[in-house]
């Protein structure tokens, strides 16, 4: 079966400090990986997905198909990268699979 | 142009009353997806339309929950005989193709008291 886990329930760094908020998945084909964000009082949408490979917001995501892994990164964090972020799966004809999300802070 | 659109926002209930979600999505888009999101969680499948169609409802957690999409466009998920453990966030979401980037709505909040 298909899984997306996201070790973190929250993540708090200082501004200006690097950001890694971690997903792993289980399956065993060629997946579709995604990261969704979904900032206070707004609703879920799509911040990145892999196969486009490119930095959205100063983020970005590499698909490590041997970690099975699509930890999502960004060097400087601001204040407004504040969010609750969602790692997501998808194959094939299956429905999107969705982490429980982690829940970044940004410090000031 | 407007996003996909929930209504109601919230929605409370008694337990073993019948509600009905409805989804507005984006004019022209084929595929419309409904999750539910509990508290702690990330969105839950629930089904999928193509069309007018379901073209998966395996996350339907049981046969009390029902959605239908008659034109292709609106769909309303429907809930019988509703449970406490219903309550949860409902989400939305449309695609202009199957399985590429999907638009969500702001959601249905519903408490079952």
């Known amino acids: 079966a298909q899984r997306v886990t996201q070790p973190e329930k929250l993540l708090s760094v200082f501004k200006g400090a690097p950001v890694e908020l971690k997903c792993n998945y289980s399956?065993?084909?060629?997946?579709?990986l995604f990261w969704y964000v979904q900032y206070s009082r707004q609703r879920l949408q799509l911040l990145l997905r892999h196969i486009s490979r490119e930095s959205i917001k100063g983020f970005t995501a590499d698909l490590n198909k041997g970690e099975t892994s699509f930890h999502l990164k960004k060097p400087f964090a601001q204040e407004e990268d504040s969010a609750m972020y969602y790692c997501?799966?998808?194959?094939?004809?299956?429905?999107?699979?969705f982490g429980k999300g982690t829940r970044l802070s940004v410090i000031a | 142009g407007a996003g996909v659109s929930q209504t109601p926002s919230n929605k409370v209930t008694e337990k073993g009353k019948y509600v009905e979600l409805r989804c507005d999505p984006i004019?022209?888009?084929?595929?419309l997806y409904w999750y539910r999101q509990s508290l702690g969680q990330g969105p839950e499948f629930l089904i999928y339309?193509?069309?007018?169609?379901?073209?998966?409802d395996s996350g339907l957690p049981n046969d009390r929950f029902f959605a239908v999409r008659p034109e292709g466009s609106v769909s309303t998920l429907k809930i019988q005989r509703t449970e406490r453990g219903d309550s949860a966030v409902y989400l939305c979401?449309?695609?202009?193709?199957?399985?590429?980037?999907?638009?969500f709505g702001p959601g249905t909040r519903l408490t079952v008291l």
């Open positions: 997501a799966l998808h194959s094939g004809n299956t429905p999107l699979v």
């Open positions: 339309f193509q069309g007018t169609g379901a073209a998966d």
């Open positions: 979401a449309s695609s202009p193709l199957s399985q590429n980037e999907q638009f």
């Open positions: 399956y065993s084909g060629s997946p579709e």
């Open positions: 004019s022209g888009h084929t595929a």
